[in-house]
């Protein structure tokens, strides 16, 4: 038969939104890093084409061949750079995340406190309906729906990367005091 303990659902959701957090913070920085790349990219190639002008118009020849090539490769870059437009769906899951990393923390507080006695199980209950509201509201408001987010959710959904989060996942992420799993022998 399936046992699922209140603290076990308050561990797994704290996963999922753990899980969540990581997705997004994770394809946060993989767009800056494009975006930033990309412009790297453009300058260097609109340098080139700077060089091959300046040279084109004091000796001719094979320069200006080079000068045009490469400024429309820098235009054809620039293109397709503002058509992707990384920067704010960036943002978004930069947003995304630092809202998913405060509900993280909510939930250390919330085991603390169970973990403290400080809580009856009523007061548990509501607690974790509330956070289970609150990160229904993140993702309602969460980064666009584009294949990253979709990979997202659908990781944080079935468990992780590993199709399940065990307890040893679970407390990486947790004070010793609250940790459930032996921790291995060194």
Known sequence: MFQLTLIDHIRLSFAG?????????EAAARLARWAWYSKIGVLAVLAVSAA?????????????????????????????????DPEPRAYAHRATAARLWLL??????????????LLDVPAMTARRDGLLRETGFVFEQAA??????????????????????S???????????????????S
């Open 52 to 84: 091959a002008t300046l040279a084109a118009q004091l000796a001719g020849g094979p320069f200006q061949v080079v000068g045009s090539a490469s400024a429309s490769l820098a235009f054809a870059m620039w293109a397709v750079y503002i058509a992707v």
């Open 104 to 117: 993280c923390e909510k939930y250390r507080a919330l085991l603390t406190e169970i973990h403290d006695e």
């Open 144 to 165: 666009p729906a584009d294949r990253l987010t979709y990979e997202i959710a659908r990781t944080a959904l079935a468990g992780g990367k590993k199709g399940e989060y």
């Open 17 to 25: 939104v753990l899980s969540a957090y990581d997705g997004h913070a």
């Open 167 to 185: 307890d040893q996942d679970v407390d990486r992420f947790l004070p010793v005091a609250l940790r459930r799993a032996t921790p291995a022998a």
